[in-house]
């Protein structure tokens, strides 16, 4: 890697030489420098190595190695077609249409609420909001709007300084 | 020792002929070989190492399943680019609207008090700070900025993998810093600041 000196030296707005780049990724002192000549190399710095996937690549590429194995298995698995094109469009037009005629007659028929669930509806909800109040100075309240007057409201409070197992 | 036509290891391109000819192990060894650079590219048009896993995987089965529409006339990572970036970018527009349907639903009441914090490169914030400005930017538009700025990808390059011309990507990228510069100003004013000195 090319020393600090040589690295300003050589640092111009826009740069894409392969060596100051690999300077700048590298070097914390460097990057206020270059953020002062192309304010661009603030975001530019994020660049250079390649990262590697979580678990590592060769835990990654047995699992790409795994999908496409089982996908060749189900592949071979499948039974032949039995129907050309034409017979499975003509299968799929009988079954929508009797499916559409269903609808039609069950639509006519009049509806009839079961007992249990007519019950279910006089009753009213009863809820006890679990905290009423909140105060802290770095937390985040998200409010979730009720749809109608007697919903539940619901407030989301992200606070880092809360218990986890709160 | 002096490297044979036997040692030397084959090229993408010969890898993709003994891939179509029915050899697994080729297959496995083009993973390997490319499996830092669509992870990084991923990651960094994603922001968040799990997805860009899951996505990254996904890119090698689509790479698997469509390796016969490869023509080896063309750099083979031109077209694994463009692989990865349609499959970033479905990701990003789904992953987009599932988050703007939660949102529309939510009000900010609150946020945490603002954090006074010096005017200095931390370089380990600047990825934070890349992943919050660059939420306003079009899939697209972050996938060429990713490209252009961070994978040092001429605009004629990104034209290629994109299929677009080298003038749009040049637009793209113009507006992509002047948003990006916008929400700086506007979530990150400590760092905007270096902006506004230098220009």
Known sequence: MISCQTFRANLRPGTDNAEVLEHLRHCDACLNAAVDVDP?????AIGGD?????????????????????????????????FSNMRRLAIAATVAAAVSTGLIVSNQRPVQKPASVQAAVLRPAVTKPVIETYESKNATIVEVPSEAKDDV??????????PADL | MIPTKDNLEPDDR????????GDESAFEQLVRRKTS?????CYRIIGNAEDSKDISQLVFIKLWENLE??????????????LVTNVAIDFLRNRQSRDNAVNSNLRLV????????????????????FNEVSSVLSPKQKTIFVMSEMDDLRSSEIARILGCRESTVRNHLFNARKLMQQQLKKRFPEYSRLWEESR
């Open chain 1, 50 to 82: 390649n990262l590697v996937p979580p678990g590592g690549v060769d835990a990654f590429v047995g699992d790409v190695m795994a999908q496409v194995r089982s996908r060749q298995t189900e592949s071979a698995a499948e039974p032949p077609s039995v």
């Open chain 2, 37 to 41: 650079k669509v992870y990084s590219l």
């Open chain 1, 40 to 44: 661009d190399m603030f975001f530019r």
């Open chain 2, 69 to 82: 529409k490869y023509d080896p006339r063309y750099a083979f990572d031109t077209w694994l680019y463009r």
């Open chain 2, 14 to 21: 010969q890898l993709v002929e003994t891939i179509r000819r």
């Open chain 2, 110 to 129: 609150k946020t945490a008090a603002d954090a006074e914090q010096p005017v200095t490169v931390q370089r380990k914030e600047v990825e934070t700070v």
């Open chain 1, 153 to 162: 409201q619901v407030v989301m409070i992200f606070d880092e300084s809360l």
